[in-house]
């Protein structure tokens, strides 16, 4: 059973940094695509960013030239740095892992890190 685990999530003010990691029980590689997205009470789970196995990547609007997403191998480990951070990025982020295999999306979720971002 494929096992996420966030952390790095915390307290930041405006303008302030911060790096989640996700950590994967196994080998990232056999994943097609790793993503991060987030969630506010009362609110739908939006895509914030993603990657493929190529490294190729995608970022939601709001996010686009303040967050970085980053994935390596050898640690099992994806990355979402987040510069720049404003008071609407606060939200529990989770973690995504998808397995394409004959026609059929597997998706793995960790159990999500908090990020508040107040002054």
């Known amino acids: 059973q494929v096992q996420l685990v966030e952390s790095g999530g915390g307290l930041v003010q405006p303008g302030g940094s911060l790096r989640l990691s996700c950590v994967a029980s196994?080998?990232?590689?056999?994943?097609?695509?790793m993503a991060w997205y987030r969630q506010v009470p009362g609110k739908e789970r939006d895509l914030v960013a993603d990657?493929?196995?190529?490294?190729?990547?995608n970022y939601a609007d709001s996010v686009k030239g303040r967050f970085t997403i980053s994935r390596d191998s050898a640690k099992n480990t994806m990355y979402l740095q987040m510069n720049s951070l404003k008071s609407e990025d606060t939200a529990v982020y989770y973690c995504?892992?998808?397995?394409?295999?004959?026609?059929?999306?597997?998706?793995?979720w960790g159990q999500g890190t908090q990020v508040t971002v107040s002054s």
């Open positions: 995504k892992a998808r397995r394409v295999r004959v026609g059929n999306r597997f998706d793995y």
């Open positions: 196994g080998s990232i590689s056999s994943f097609d695509t």
């Open positions: 990657i493929t196995t190529d490294g190729t990547t």
